[in-house]
């Protein structure tokens, strides 16, 4: 089995916690710009690519620059998603709007920021055309349904509420075009921490033949393949991480043999990966307050499901490392706990660990995506602060942790009234 790493010593964080008090997430800033600069090298051999990062993964403005900087454009699905995008600079088509259920104000958004606007349904583009106008450049959502299987997050295609059917996107493209729009795009998004790099290969494939279909019923050509995110990341210290090339290299190759044999070239490829970007480079830390014996062993920590959300949604695993007892034997099973009034507020069940005690700091890995995000205040319980641990070794808090007075900012007892 091989081990999983961490970017600092229990002496480095036991600093950083006299400053800042856990809970905390923790960013690497040296790991997300190496990675990012290593994604976009290897997709790189397709003409024309742009990774959109999924804002949803991780909205810290910090990461976002960070991401800019190293050359992504954004992927959002929501007014405030749009509204970070603008203020950290991102303009025009370098802001995907891949939303679904979407208000009429959030295509109103959309439209002036000048996004790539992604609709989900067929009925949208009248909604659209109301709401907002249409624009030249329009993208839609293929569903592909019972011709693709899913996984446990995403769900199978045929069941998931996203996207239009085949026969929707023929006449979806034609509808639009009649309405004035000159430029298309495709998107599909049928998958979810997959760690496979064939799935994502057969998925190009899939939309590279529809590009072709649409472009033999219809004459509209397609500017653009966006792929979606879901490139999944070894939660498991067992897993392995995909290999970018391996999957870039066979979508060039479908490419070569279907979009350049049909003399449809160029199409650019797009990605919206959000996990795959940010995940691994996250962590949970957070301290030992209680142990309780009963029928089984119970950690208690000072974090919970409000912090992150997905062991308890999912029943993920997230890897647990115990500061300063990294090379002590996993003698010991323990459930590891938030302080929830749910039973399903747990970071991991019955997990081989050391022996624990009170005080003793944990890292939980992988909470650099669909972490803090996820966050909520359910039970009362308030959002943490994150830090960014820079190049050079200092640390940046990139976000406050929430106080009770943020809990109450939107109540107002003194001028509530009675609604009759
Ligand atoms: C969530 C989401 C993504 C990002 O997915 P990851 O698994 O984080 O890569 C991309 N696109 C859409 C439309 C999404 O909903």
Redesign the pocket.
């Known amino acids: 089995m091989t081990q999983k790493t961490l970017p600092f010593t229990r002496q480095e964080i036991m600093k950083i916690i006299k400053k800042y008090p856990t809970p905390f997430h923790i960013y690497d800033e040296r790991a997300i710009r190496q990675n990012a600069t290593e994604f976009l090298k290897a997709f790189g051999v397709l003409e024309g690519f742009r990774q959109f990062f ?1 804002v ?2 991780n909205p810290n403005p910090f990461i976002l620059k960070m991401l800019k900087e190293e050359g992504m454009g954004v ?1 959002c ?1 929501s007014l405030p998603e749009l509204e970070i995008a603008e203020r950290i600079g991102f303009k025009g088509e370098q802001v995907m709007f ?1 939303s679904n259920d979407t208000p009429a104000e959030e295509f109103i958004k959309a439209r002036k920021l000048g996004a790539i606007i992604n609709l989900d349904d067929i009925s949208h583009i009248a909604f659209l055309e109301k709401a907002a106008g249409i624009p030249q450049l329009i993208c839609f959502r293929y569903n592909p349904g019972p011709a693709r299987q899913g996984n446990e997050i995403i769900g199978k295609p045929e069941e998931a509420k996203y996207g239009l059917t085949k026969a929707q996107m023929l006449q979806a493209y034609e509808l639009a075009r009649k309405k004035g729009a000159k430029r298309f795009g495709m998107h599909t ?1 049928v998958i ?2 997959e760690l496979n790099e064939g799935y994502f290969i057969e998925t190009a494939r899939m939309m590279f033949k529809l590009a072709v279909e649409i472009h033999d019923k219809t004459g509209i050509k397609i500017e653009f393949v966006n792929l ?4 999944g990341i070894p939660y498991k210290p067992e897993q392995k991480p995909v290999s970018y090339r391996k999957v870039a290299e066979g979508v060039k190759k479908a490419y070569d043999e279907i979009i350049v044999k049909n003399r449809l070239h160029p199409v650019r490829i797009f990605t ?5 970007i940010l995940g691994p480079y996250g962590y949970l830390i957070t301290k030992v307050n209680h142990i309780k014996h009963i029928y089984r062993d119970y950690v208690g920590t000072d974090a919970c499901m409000a912090n992150l959300m997905r062991p308890g949604m999912y029943g993920a695993y997230h890897h647990i490392t115990v500061l300063g007892k990294e090379s002590k034997p996993l003698d010991h099973i323990y459930d590891v706990t938030g302080g929830l009034c749910e039973n399903n507020d747990k970071f991991a069940i019955n997990r081989k660990l050391p022996e624990i005690g009170i005080g003793d700091i944990l890292a939980i890995h992988d909470t650099g ?2 972490g803090f995000a996820m966050g909520f205040n359910y039970n009362g319980k308030l959002r943490s602060a994150e830090l960014l641990l820079r190049e050079n070794g200092s640390v940046l808090q990139i976000r406050r942790a929430e106080t009770v007075k943020d809990y109450f900012a939107t109540l107002d007892f003194k001028s509530a009234k009675e609604f009759s």
Request: proline share 0%; with cysteine; hydrophobic share 30%.
């Open positions: 999924a949803k993964a992927d699905s891949s998004m979810s921490n979606g995110g879901g490139i919206e990966c959000g996990r795959v995506a669909h």
